[in-house]
């Protein structure tokens, strides 16, 4: 029995590694590819150059380093930290709610940040003591919100408070809050184009700031979700189980929506309303290491900015110089994967 135990983790811990491996493989290749190609080896001593205080080697060329540390890089290292954001936030819900349809996208928070966000952008706010973090704490104040009144009406709607009917709710009012987004983009024709790529996703224009915000908030809560793995095992399995397991279903629930809307509300604030990563990425995580947290987050986080990087270097590269919306490239490869699930849930259900 200890042999077997051993060898699943030894086998989750070597298909982190692959994953780990392959994330910096595609961090490489969608800084290096481009209008302007940049090799390997020299990005490698671009990036040991800056790490170590060295002088950059005068065989690259200026403008190699100009775009790589000024566009490609900002661009890259935020794609890939909003994609571990979306995916661990998609993988949390999912567990919290036991559907696996369940995300920050199809629960509302994605819209709602987006309309926080857009607010910000139009009315040019800045609060005083947060300044630079206006807008991810817009982004997690509004998806908050969203969730809350979905968990709210659907609460009034069915007592039992069924997962379906949370989503269903939740994706109600996601389409409400994007109209709201479209009928304020409309009144503000000299920001529409603005705001409606936006809208759609992209990571053009990221900032080294921006990149350090979403890290900073990565590395906070990461732990502390590791730190409920064992609880959110449980609560798979329901509250009855969880109820007498010695923790409290219902804090515990709340705090892991604080959480994963956390996650949700700032990677939306930096990269628009981006879907169908938080949704598909946790899914393809259990298939590899299975449906136990503490292997599962971390390889929803690797999952997750593999998948985002490879979109941004899909919308930059497919019609260059124009560039297409990531949340376009998402959804061609996330809806079927939705319909999917769905259909394939209730064929599994009506079979039962």
Known sequence: MSNAISQRRSGRAGVLLLLACFCAAVFLLAVGVGSVAIPARETLAIARARLTGAPVPETIPALHVS?????????????????????????????????????????????????????????????????????????????????????????RFDPGLRSDTIVLTGMVISLLTSAILSLLCSLNRE??????????????????????????????????????????????????LAGTSGFSPKRTRTALILLATLLTGTAVSACGAIGFVDLVMPHLARRLVGPRHRALLPACALLGGICMMLADL??????????????????????????????????REEDA
């Open 67 to 155: 775009i790589l540390t000024k566009l490609r890089l900002p661009r890259v290292l935020l794609s890939l930290l909003c994609g571990a954001a979306l995916s661990v936030s998609g993988a949390v819900m999912q567990s919290v709610l036991r559907n696996p349809l369940a995300s920050g996208y199809t629960l509302g928070v994605s819209s709602g940040a987006s309309l926080g966000a857009a607010l910000v952008l139009l009315l040019g706010l800045r609060l005083p003591l947060i300044g630079a973090a206006t807008l991810p704490a817009a982004g997690f104040a509004f998806g908050l919100a969203t969730v809350l009144l979905a968990m709210a009406l659907s609460a």
């Open 314 to 347: 899909a919308a930059r590269t497919v019609l260059s110089p124009r560039e297409l919306p990531v949340g376009a490239v998402t959804a061609l490869f996330g809806a079927p994967f939705f319909l999917l699930v769905y259909f394939g849930r209730r064929r």
């Open 191 to 240: 920001s529409l184009e603005r705001l409606y790529f936006w809208q759609l996703g992209s990571f053009s224009g990221a900032t080294m700031e921006e990149c350090a915000l979403l890290l900073v908030l990565l590395a906070l809560a990461l732990p502390c979700l590791l730190r409920l793995c064992g609880e959110m095992d449980i609560l798979t399995f329901g509250d009855e």
